[in-house]
């Protein structure tokens, strides 16, 4: 996906497209470390507030700490999706691939490379072999359309 975006010149402005992924990876800080740290704002903040007897402030830093949460699980959750994105684009680059392969292409595990694999290919995007009826290869390409 493309998104474009105005740059100012002399002349005038230009347009200028920028891939999505390469924009969020420029411009967030990863969510693990952000979540890490409001966590602990917030925890500090309670420990304050319950100790000034504050407890408007408490619960409020209570809160902080459980979105804070709540942006770390998501976190976890987003990052099997990422894996399954870049194992599709290599398997896209590479077909008839194995999981080990595709393991030392993505930087996980075996295991965690066939789990993707496996999620790819039960959600119709991937298939197991190349289908000709005389030879059948164990290797991972993408379904036909």
């Known amino acids: 996906m493309r998104i474009y975006t105005a740059v100012g010149f002399a002349s005038g402005p230009?347009?200028?497209?920028?891939?999505?992924?390469?924009?969020?990876?420029?411009?967030s800080p990863p969510l693990r470390a952000s979540a890490s740290a409001l966590f602990a704002i917030g925890a500090l903040n309670a420990l304050v507030a319950a100790v000034d007897g504050d407890f408007g402030m408490?619960?409020?830093?209570?809160c902080l700490c459980?979105?804070?949460?709540?942006?770390?699980?998501?976190?976890?959750?987003q990052r099997d999706y990422r894996r399954d994105r870049a194992v599709l684009a290599y398997v896209a680059a590479h077909p008839g691939v194995e999981p080990g392969q595709v393991a030392?292409?993505?930087?996980?595990?075996k295991g965690v490379a066939a789990r993707s694999l496996?999620?790819?290919?039960?959600d119709g995007l991937l298939v197991r072999g190349d289908g000709d009826a005389g030879h059948v290869?164990?290797?991972y390409r993408l379904a036909p359309q």
Do not use: M, N
Not at 17 to 25: K, N, T, V
Not at 118 to 122: A, G, I, K, P, V
């Open 14 to 27: 230009r347009v200028r497209p920028i891939a999505l992924d390469g924009l969020l990876r420029e411009f």
């Open 58 to 62: 408490a619960g409020t830093s209570l």
């Open 66 to 77: 459980v979105c804070a949460a709540g942006l770390f699980a998501e976190d976890l959750l």
């Open 118 to 122: 496996e999620r790819l290919r039960e």
């Open 137 to 139: 290869a164990e290797g």
């Open 104 to 109: 030392h292409a993505v930087g996980s595990s």
